[in-house]
C-alpha cells in the first residue's frame, strides 16, 4: 500500500488524505521581481585581523612588535586613550618616531570621534541601504578649540573637556568680591557660587522669556545677561550672582499689543485674504547697548531704549514727506508694520560706520531704516540716540522679514570688500551691502527738524547700493497665455548715486516705487512664487574663498504655512579669474566695485576696464605662503618675480553667487523650529585673520596653547589645519530632531551646478519639538518644549548625551502639552518650554544659559582638566577636588589659572588679619589686654596682681583671726532668769534664734554668738549639760552652715507672716501680758 507524505515528510492519515490542505498560491510576480534584483550586502562585523602566537625558539630575544608596519602599529596605537598614546612616545625609539606624528593622533582622533561615520554605522546595524557608496575619511572636519591646535592638542584637550562637561563640577569663581573694589555680589553669594555649577534665577519678566544675550569676559569676570519677552516687550538684565536683582527695565511702562489682538479676523504672514501685512512683534536684545522691539501691526512703531535709561523711544518714524526729483518717496504716516530688527552686539559695527549705523530696521513696505546708538562714534557730528541715519527701499511692497549683521567685522574686511550686512524679504531675495554710508550735509531749501531728518536719511542711504543675489531673484508664476503685460519678476527700488541718475529718471523711479508701496501682499501672491515670511536667514560672514570671498548665505523654509515645504539653500560668494577682459566688462555693471579695483583708461581710447588685485598673488599678504626672491637667486628671479607680479595685476575677477542644497535625509513632512549656527571664538576668523594660516596676525584671545609653530610646520592651506576651518549650522524640528551640517563644504564648479550637502550629524532627542538650539566648537545644547535641555558632542563620541542641563517639566509637561495640543485653543503661552539658549564663545569655557519661561538656568562648569595636559614634572602634585584630570594643581602654561588663585589666596589673608583685629580691639575694650607692650612687661604685672592677691589673701586672714580671739575672750552676761529655773536645751536654741532673727545680720555673720545663755543645773543629769556645751562648743564650720539654714528659715516664716497677718516688722520676743499662749514659750 503506498504511503502518503506531507511536503515536511511526515504520514498523512486518512483524514488528511481525504481532505488534504490546498498549497499557498505562489505570487509568481514578486518572486520574479526578488529575482532579478539584487540582495543587499549587510555589512558583518567580522574581525579584520587574528593574532596567533608564534612559537619561539629558546634564547630568542627578537621582538615581534619590531617587525610590524608602521601602518598596523599606528593603527594599535590609535585604539589608546590620550594619556596612554602619550606615554607610548617614552617606550622605545619607535614608539616615539610613530607616537609624535601628526598622523597618529589623527587617525586616534578620527577613532574616537566618528563624525559622519556614526550615520554609516547606525544604518548599517539597522540595515539601512544607500550607504554603500560612501567613502569614509580619516580627515574629520570640525572647528577648532584653540589658536594653533595640532592634532593632538586637539585630540587630548577635547576629550578633557567632554569629561569635565560630563562630570559637572562646579567652575570657582577667579576672585572673590572685594567690597572696597565695588565688585559686583557679595562674599556670600561667592561662596553659593563655589559650590554650586548650576544657578536658577527669576528674570522678572511678565511673560516668557525667548530673547537671551550675555556678555562673557576672557578675565573671568561674572557675565551679564539681558533676556526680553517679545510677548509685552519688557526686558529686564541680571546677574547670575545677583540672582536677579536687577531693576533695570522694570521701571518702563511701556507695553505693546499683538497683531492677533488687535485684528482678531486677519491672518498673520500676509496669509488669508491677503489684504494687510501683519506678524508678530519682533525684537533684539544687546547686553552692552540696550533692547529695540519692533511692532507687527500695519501702522507698526519701533522701539528703542539703551542701557543707561529707565525710559526708551520710538525710532525711525515715518511722514508725509516726498522729494520725487532728488529718490525720495512718500511712506505715509503708517510706513507698514516692523518684520524685523537688528542691534548692535560688538562696537565693531558703529565704529567702522562712524557711529552711523547701530540700528537696523526692516518693515513690511520693503524698506530698511539705520538710527545711531550715540555720539560715541562719531567724529564731526553730535546725534541723539535713536537718531534716523539713513534709509532704502530695497523691495517696495514686500516685507523685510531678516537682518543679518556680522558682528566682527573689522577695517581690514572692509578694506577687501566683505558683506556686512544681509537682508532677506518674503519673496526670498537677498540684499547685501559691502561699504558702509556716508553722512550728507543739510539741504539748502528751508526744512523743519523732522522733515531736515529724514531728507539727510535718504540721501545718506544713496551713497551706497544694496546689491541682489541674482539666483534669488523673484520668480512671476507662469504665464502661458501670456495674459500679463508687465514683467513681474522685476522690482523697482532705490538707487545710488553712482548710477549718475538724472532728476527725470530719479523721478519716474520714485513714481515706480510708491506704486509698488501701495500693492498688498495678494499682489505679490498673485503674481509671483515663493510668498513666505517665516523663513529664517543664518550667514556665515567668515567664510573664505582665498579670493576675498567666501561668504556663505543660508536660507531656511521652515514648512510652516499650508502648501510649503522644508527646505534649506545656501548661497555661497565666489570669485573667480577672468581672462577675457570683454567677458569683465559685459558682467553685472550694476554692481558696486570693489575697494582694490582700480580704472585704467586703455591706450587707443576705448572705454576704461576694471581690474582687481588678487589678493592671493599679492607680496607682503601673510598666511597665504608668498615668499620674496632670494638674493643669491640673481636678477633672473627679480625678472621672474616681476612678470608673475604684472601678470597677478592683469587677472580679473568675476564675482558668482553658487547654490548648494543642505539634505534633510529624506524626512517627510518635516518643519523647521529653530536654526543656530557656530559661533566660537576660531569660527568667526577668516582665512587673513586666521592666526593658524602663517601667524598672519596676532590673537586677540589668549591661549595656554598658542605657541608659535616651526616655520617647516606652518600650514598654508585650510586643509592642513586640524578641522580644516569647518563651520557648523544646526536645525531644529517639530518632531525633536537635530540636523547638523558643515556650512563650508565644498562649492560647486560652476554657478550652473547645484551640488548637496549631507548632514554631519543627525541627533534624535526626547523632545516632542526643539524650541531653540546653539553650538560651540565643542558641544550642542538643544532646549525642548517639554523644558528638557541637554547638552550633544557634535562629532559623535557618544551617541547619548553629555549631560541633561533641566530635566525637572519633562515629564509632566509631555502629558500637558499632549493635552493642550489636542484641544481646540492649541498650547499658547508655555512656561514649561526652553525659549533661548546663550553659550560662551570661547568653547574651552564651559558655561552658559537657557530660559525656562520665566526663570532662567546658568551653568558654569570646571574646565581647568584642560589646562594641565602640558605639566612639566614628572611627579605631578594631587589636584584640586574640582579637577578633573590628575595633574598639577596648577597649570604652568599660559593662561593658566595661578593668579587667581594668587588673588584668592590674598584676600583670604586680608580677611583673617581684619577678623584678628577686631578679635583683639574687642578684648582691648572689655579687658585691657592692649595696655602692655611686649610679654616681658605681660609678665610683670603679672607677677605684681599675683603679689597683691596673696598680700590681701593673708590680711584678711589675719583679721579673721583677730576677730575670732575677740569674740572668745568677751564675758557671759547674767541670765535674766532665776538661777533656780531649769532651761531645756531646746528651748535655749530656738531662743537664740529668734534673737538672731530680730538682730540685724550682716552680710559676714561672726562665727561666735553674742548672745549670753546661761545653762541651769538641774538634776536630770549631766546628759543635757553635755549636750548644751557641746553645741557651743560647734566649730567655725559647723556654725556657719547651721546659721546660714536657720537665717533662711526665720526669713522665709518671717515673710509668710507679714503676709498672712500684717504683723509689725519687729514683733516683741516675749507674749504680752494679756496674751494667754500655750506651749513652751511661758516659760520665758
Request: one cysteine or more; glycine letters at 8%.
Amino acid at each position: 500500500m503506498p504511503t502518503f507524505t506531507t511536503a515536511e515528510g511526515r504520514p498523512l492519515d486518512d483524514g488528511s488524505r481525504l481532505s488534504p490542505v490546498s498549497p499557498r498560491p505562489r505570487n509568481r510576480i514578486s518572486e520574479y521581481e526578488n529575482a532579478s534584483s539584487p540582495v543587499p550586502k549587510r555589512e558583518t562585523r567580522a574581525m579584520m585581523f587574528e593574532v596567533v602566537q608564534r612559537p619561539r625558539k629558546p634564547g630568542d630575544q627578537t621582538s615581534p612588535i619590531s617587525k610590524l608596519p608602521d601602518e598596523i602599529l599606528t593603527h594599535v596605537l590609535a585604539h589608546l586613550s590620550p594619556a596612554n598614546l602619550a606615554a607610548a612616545s617614552l617606550l622605545s625609539k619607535r614608539f616615539n618616531e610613530v607616537a609624535t606624528t601628526p598622523h597618529a593622533w589623527m587617525i586616534a582622533f578620527a577613532r574616537y570621534f566618528p563624525g559622519p561615520d556614526a550615520r554609516l554605522y547606525s544604518a548599517s546595524d539597522f540595515g539601512i541601504d544607500g550607504h554603500d557608496d560612501a567613502i569614509r575619511s580619516e580627515r574629520r572636519a570640525f572647528t577648532r578649540l584653540t589658536a594653533l591646535a595640532s592634532w593632538r592638542s586637539e585630540y587630548i584637550v577635547r576629550t578633557r573637556l567632554l569629561r569635565s562637561l560630563m562630570r559637572g563640577r562646579p567652575n570657582h569663581p577667579p576672585v572673590p568680591p572685594n567690597p572696597n573694589r565695588g565688585a559686583v555680589g557679595t562674599l556670600e553669594e561667592w561662596y553659593m557660587q563655589l559650590n554650586s555649577p548650576i544657578l536658577e534665577f527669576a528674570a522678572n519678566s511678565l511673560s516668557t522669556v525667548n530673547h537671551l544675550h550675555a556678555t562673557f569676559s576672557s578675565a573671568g569676570r561674572v557675565p551679564l545677561l539681558m533676556h526680553g519677552a517679545d510677548d509685552v516687550g519688557m526686558v529686564t538684565s541680571t546677574s547670575p550672582t545677583q540672582r536677579g536683582r536687577e531693576v533695570w527695565g522694570e521701571d518702563d511702562p511701556i507695553f505693546f499689543s499683538q497683531f492677533s489682538e488687535r485684528f482678531p479676523g486677519d491672518r498673520e504672514w500676509g496669509l488669508g485674504a491677503g489684504d494687510i501685512v501683519g506678524c508678530r512683534n519682533v525684537m533684539d536684545v544687546s547686553q552692552p547697548h540696550g533692547m529695540i522691539y519692533g511692532q507687527g501691526c500695519p501702522e507698526g512703531t519701533c522701539y528703542y531704549r539703551s542701557v543707561d535709561e529707565n525710559r526708551g523711544r520710538f525710532v525711525a518714524r515715518t511722514m508725509d514727506f516726498s522729494r520725487a526729483e532728488v529718490g525720495i518717496p512718500k511712506l505715509g504716516v503708517h510706513g507698514g508694520a516692523i518684520c524685523s530688527v537688528w542691534i548692535a552686539k560688538t562696537p565693531n559695527i558703529p565704529t567702522q560706520s562712524d557711529g552711523l549705523i547701530g540700528l537696523l530696521i526692516g518693515s513690511a513696505a520693503g524698506v530698511v531704516s539705520a538710527c545711531t546708538l550715540g555720539t560715541d562714534g562719531l567724529r564731526g557730528e553730535r546725534l541723539e540716540r535713536g537718531t534716523l541715519t539713513a534709509r532704502w527701499v530695497l523691495s517696495p511692497g514686500v516685507p523685510i522679514i531678516a537682518l543679518a549683521v556680522d558682528e566682527n567685522y573689522s577695517a581690514r574686511r572692509l578694506s577687501r570688500g566683505r558683506i556686512w550686512a544681509v537682508a532677506l524679504n518674503a519673496l526670498g531675495e537677498l540684499f547685501y551691502l559691502t561699504k558702509f554710508p556716508k553722512r550728507t550735509p543739510a539741504p539748502r531749501e528751508q526744512l523743519d527738524e523732522q522733515e531736515s531728518m529724514e531728507y539727510i536719511a535718504w540721501q545718506t542711504g544713496r551713497t551706497v547700493y544694496w546689491n541682489l543675489v541674482e539666483s534669488t531673484r523673484r520668480v512671476a508664476r507662469p504665464d502661458p497665455y501670456q495674459d500679463l503685460t508687465t514683467d513681474h519678476s522685476q522690482s523697482p527700488r532705490s538707487s545710488w548715486d553712482g548710477m549718475s541718475f538724472s532728476k527725470a529718471q530719479l523721478s519716474d523711479e520714485t513714481r515706480e516705487v510708491e506704486r509698488f508701496l501701495k500693492f498688498t501682499p495678494k499682489h505679490f501672491r498673485k503674481f509671483c512664487l515663493g510668498w513666505d515670511m517665516r523663513r529664517r536667514l543664518e550667514v556665515d560672514f567668515a567664510g573664505d574663498d582665498g579670493n576675498d570671498a567666501g561668504e556663505a548665505l543660508l536660507v531656511f523654509d521652515c514648512g510652516l504655512d499650508e502648501g510649503t515645504t522644508a527646505g534649506i539653500r545656501r548661497f555661497t560668494r565666489w570669485r573667480v579669474v577672468q581672462e577675457d577682459r570683454a567677458v569683465l566688462a559685459s558682467s553685472s555693471p550694476a554692481e558696486e566695485p570693489s575697494p582694490k579695483t582700480s580704472s585704467m583708461s586703455s591706450l587707443f581710447g576705448g572705454p576704461q576696464s576694471t581690474t582687481c588685485v588678487s589678493p592671493s598673488d599679492r607680496t607682503g599678504e601673510a598666511g597665504l605662503g608668498t615668499q620674496s626672491p632670494s638674493p643669491t637667486e640673481g636678477k633672473g628671479a627679480v625678472r621672474r618675480s616681476s612678470e608673475q607680479s604684472l601678470r597677478s595685476l592683469t587677472k580679473h575677477f568675476v564675482e558668482e553667487w553658487r547654490c548648494s542644497l543642505l539634505s534633510l535625509e529624506s524626512a517627510k513632512s518635516v518643519q523647521l523650529s529653530a536654526t543656530a549656527m557656530d559661533q566660537s571664538t576660531y569660527a568667526v576668523l577668516t582665512m587673513s585673520e586666521d592666526p593658524a594660516l602663517g601667524l598672519s596676525t596676532a590673537s586677540t584671545t589668549s591661549s595656554p596653547y598658542a605657541s608659535p609653530l616651526p616655520g617647516s610646520e606652518q600650514p598654508v592651506s585650510p586643509l592642513d589645519i586640524p578641522g580644516q576651518r569647518a563651520r557648523f549650522v544646526a536645525v531644529g524640528t517639530k518632531t525633536g530632531s537635530v540636523f547638523v551640517w558643515n556650512v563650508r563644504s565644498s562649492v560647486p564648479r560652476s554657478a550652473t551646478f547645484i551640488n548637496t550637502i549631507e548632514p554631519v550629524r543627525i541627533i534624535h532627542t526626547d523632545s516632542p519639538e526643539i524650541a531653540c538650539i546653539a553650538l560651540t566648537a565643542l558641544y550642542l545644547v538643544h532646549g525642548g518644549n517639554d523644558g528638557l535641555v541637554q547638552a550633544w558632542d557634535v562629532l559623535a563620541s557618544t551617541l547619548q548625551p553629555i549631560k541633561t542641563l533641566n530635566s525637572r517639566f519633562s515629564t509632566r509637561a509631555r502629558r500637558r502639552i499632549a493635552q493642550a495640543q489636542a484641544s481646540a485653543q492649541g498650547v499658547g503661552i508655555n512656561m514649561f518650554a526652553a525659549g533661548a539658549i546663550c553659550l560662551d564663545p570661547d568653547p574651552t569655557a564651559l558655561q552658559g544659559a537657557v530660559s525656562l519661561g520665566g526663570l532662567i538656568r546658568f551653568w558654569s562648569f570646571n574646565s581647568s582638566g584642560a589646562n594641565q595636559f602640558k605639566g612639566g614634572k614628572r611627579r605631578l602634585r594631587r589636584g584640586d577636588r574640582s579637577s578633573t584630570a590628575g595633574g598639577e594643581r596648577y597649570s604652568r602654561t599660559r593662561g593658566g589659572n595661578i593668579e587667581s588663585y594668587i588673588e584668592s589666596e590674598k584676600y583670604e589673608l586680608e580677611r583673617e588679619e581684619k577678623e584678628q583685629r577686631q578679635q583683639a580691639a574687642r578684648l582691648a575694650g572689655r579687658f585691657g589686654v592692649d595696655l602692655l607692650d611686649n610679654e616681658d612687661e605681660a609678665l610683670a604685672y603679672a607677677t605684681l596682681l599675683s603679689q597683691e592677691a596673696l598680700a590681701n589673701d593673708e590680711l584678711r586672714r589675719r583679721e579673721v583671726e583677730a576677730k575670732n580671739a575677740r569674740t572668745e575672750a568677751v564675758p557671759a552676761a547674767p541670765a535674766s532668769v532665776p538661777m533656780d529655773e531649769e532651761v531645756d536645751p531646746d528651748i535655749a536654741e530656738a531662743i537664740r534664734q529668734s534673737l538672731e532673727v530680730s538682730s540685724p545680720v550682716s552680710r559676714s555673720p561672726s562665727p561666735i554668738f553674742d548672745i549670753p545663755v546661761k545653762i541651769a543645773k538641774t538634776q536630770k543629769g549631766s546628759s543635757s549639760k553635755a549636750k548644751a556645751s557641746g553645741a557651743a562648743g560647734m566649730s567655725t564650720e559647723e556654725e556657719l552652715s547651721d546659721l546660714e539654714f536657720a537665717i533662711q528659715l526665720s526669713l522665709a516664716e518671717e515673710q509668710s507672716r507679714k503676709e498672712l497677718l500684717g504683723e509689725d516688722e519687729f514683733p516683741p520676743l516675749s507674749p504680752s501680758p494679756g496674751d494667754k499662749g500655750k506651749g513652751k514659750g511661758r516659760m520665758l
